[in-house]
């Protein structure tokens, strides 16, 4: 049975055509218990870059869904968190891949946004602007256990970007896939892929 379950994790992780992807952590170097703030503190992760030159070849849409309450705060403003996402975007662009759209939740997380990770607003959302999104052929990517959730309740399968196991033993109803960083999961995916009706 447990073999069944995973091959039917294969099989429909192959399919996927929009890849959801969270931000800090998984596309750069989180700043624990801080925020990111301008285009000098974010630091792409070691592979991102080759990692989303690979997704570009695999996914019709990739968008980023990132909660970001530290504008909420006042620590940072919408105008440079903007900065920051031109920034990446270009920087993806110019290594060969492509971002389709980012999402952002600037509320605090004591109001309960409807947008805020693990809440499902941001992929509605991408939805509503990309119609050719299906959730169930959708793929979310993600360090925290929300991200997971966020991604469990649309529907989708998920990914936990990850140097441990711990969580994904845990929370095994929420956790498909688990790998070190991105590119590790990129190279999978890309393999997958490529094999798919071989």
Known sequence: RIVSIFQNKMRTIQQAKTLFLDRDGVINVRIVGGYVKNVEEFVFIDGVLEAFEIFARLFDTIVVVTNQQGIGKGIMSEE???????????????????????????????????????????????????????????????????????????????????????????????IDFRFNNLLEFAKFIEYEKNNTNK
């Open 80 to 174: 440079e968190f903007a900065i920051i996402s031109k920034h990446m975007t270009e920087e993806i662009k110019r290594a060969g891949g492509k971002l389709d759209a980012i999402f952002h939740c600037p509320s605090l997380n004591k109001e309960k946004p409807f947008d805020r990770k693990p809440s499902v607003g941001m992929g509605l959302k991408a939805k509503k602007q990309f119609k050719q999104i299906c959730f169930k052929d959708s793929i979310m990517v993600g360090d925290s256990l929300s991200d997971l959730i966020f991604g469990k309740r649309l529907g989708m399968h998920t990914v936990h970007i990850s140097d441990t196991n711990t969580e994904a033993r845990n929370h095994p109803k929420r």
